[in-house]
């Protein structure tokens, strides 16, 4: 009797340990990414680029402001100048300023019409700024952010070098005080 219920047990074991070792099938993993895993990487991109465009559309718009600011400045600064000159003051620093700032405004203007000109060609984008082919929309993203940029810090260091300018012209023509 015992060796029958060791048998029983051992045929238990035996089974239980059977049922324990089999495989589920492993569908095999590739490296590469799956299909619909890719499509939404690839629509991530598209997002990202289609942001970006639009982002520059905007940077666009605000810095026509800046440089129709920046002209309006050194027109009404030149006004200014003149009414100094009609009162005897030497304004030949201000005149050499202004000029250098006028180059500036026309070389930001350049850079900045060379940023519209891409933006406004949109390749790789459709006319609702949708991403078509990411290889050139990621090309006219990058030509419109270097000349954009060019575009900023060029009228940017005109700014500074106008207002050093100013405030060096001003210092030297505050009136002194009467002892």
């Given at each position: 009797?015992k060796?029958?219920?060791?048998?029983?047990?051992?045929?238990f074991?035996?089974?239980?340990?059977?049922?324990?070792?089999?495989?589920?099938?492993?569908?095999?993993?590739?490296?590469?990414?799956?299909?619909?895993?890719?499509?939404?990487?690839?629509?991530?991109r598209?997002?990202?680029l289609?942001?970006?465009?639009?982002?520059?559309?905007?940077?666009?718009?605000?810095?026509?402001?800046?440089?129709?600011?920046?002209?309006?400045?050194?027109?009404?600064?030149?006004?200014?100048?003149?009414?100094?000159r009609?009162?005897?003051?030497d304004?030949?620093a201000?005149?050499?300023?202004?000029?250098?700032?006028?180059?500036?405004?026309?070389?930001?203007?350049?850079?900045?019409?060379?940023?519209?000109?891409v933006?406004?060609?949109?390749?790789?984008?459709?006319?609702?700024?949708?991403?078509?082919?990411?290889?050139?929309?990621?090309?006219?993203?990058?030509?419109?952010?270097?000349?954009?940029?060019?575009?900023?810090?060029?009228?940017?260091k005109?700014?500074?070098?106008?207002?050093?300018?100013l405030r060096?012209?001003?210092?030297?023509?505050?009136?002194?005080?009467?002892?």
């Amino acid at each position: 009797m015992k060796f029958k219920v060791f048998s029983i047990a051992i045929v238990f074991l035996l089974a239980f340990g059977v049922l324990m070792m089999q495989t589920a099938p492993v569908a095999a993993q590739s490296s590469a990414p799956e299909g619909g895993v890719r499509d939404k990487i690839n629509q991530m991109r598209e997002g990202v680029l289609e942001r970006t465009y639009q982002r520059e559309l905007n940077w666009l718009a605000a810095q026509e402001d800046h440089l129709n600011n920046a002209r309006t400045f050194a027109s009404k600064g030149r006004e200014l100048m003149e009414k100094a000159r009609q009162k005897g003051l030497d304004v030949s620093a201000l005149e050499q300023a202004f000029n250098t700032f006028d180059s500036a405004i026309t070389a930001a203007q350049g850079h900045h019409d060379r940023a519209a000109a891409v933006l406004n060609t949109h390749a790789g984008f459709d006319n609702n700024g949708k991403a078509t082919d990411p290889q050139a929309a990621k090309q006219t993203v990058e030509q419109a952010y270097r000349a954009l940029s060019d575009a900023h810090l060029t009228l940017q260091k005109g700014v500074i070098e106008m207002r050093q300018a100013l405030r060096a012209w001003r210092d030297a023509h505050r009136p002194q005080p009467q002892p």
